[in-house]
């Protein structure tokens, strides 16, 4: 059991980190990759490893970033959900903190 885990996904680089659609499609792409079962299976048992390490060893987990990597996560709605298509049509919306 992973229980209360962060789970980071990480999509590939974008060819053109100045457009919207590029980004748009390289995060479609990584989502679409990590809702394959097998892939899942395999970040989701890496995630629990880590986890039960750190647990054993009273680390937390370490959340800076790396060059060139934003985060975007849960509380405030973007306006953009309809201009971007990840194939769920009236179904999409985006957080952040």
């Known amino acids: 059991q992973v229980s209360n885990a962060v789970f980071t996904m990480l999509s590939n680089n974008f060819h053109d980190p100045y457009s919207l659609s590029n ?23 890496v995630v629990d490893g880590l986890m039960r390490n750190n647990v054993r060893n009273n680390k937390l987990p370490d959340f800076r970033l790396v060059p060139n990597e934003f985060v975007a996560n849960s509380n405030l709605r973007y306006d953009w959900a ?16």
């Not at 980004?23 to 048992?45: C, F, G, H, K």
């Not at 309809?82 to 903190?97: A, E, G, I, M």
């Open 82 to 97: 309809d201009l971007v298509d990840f194939s769920y049509k009236d179904k999409c919306q985006f957080y952040t903190t």
């Open 23 to 45: 980004i748009a499609m390289t995060i479609r792409r990584s989502i679409i990759q990590l809702r394959d079962p097998n892939v899942l299976e395999l970040e989701i048992a």
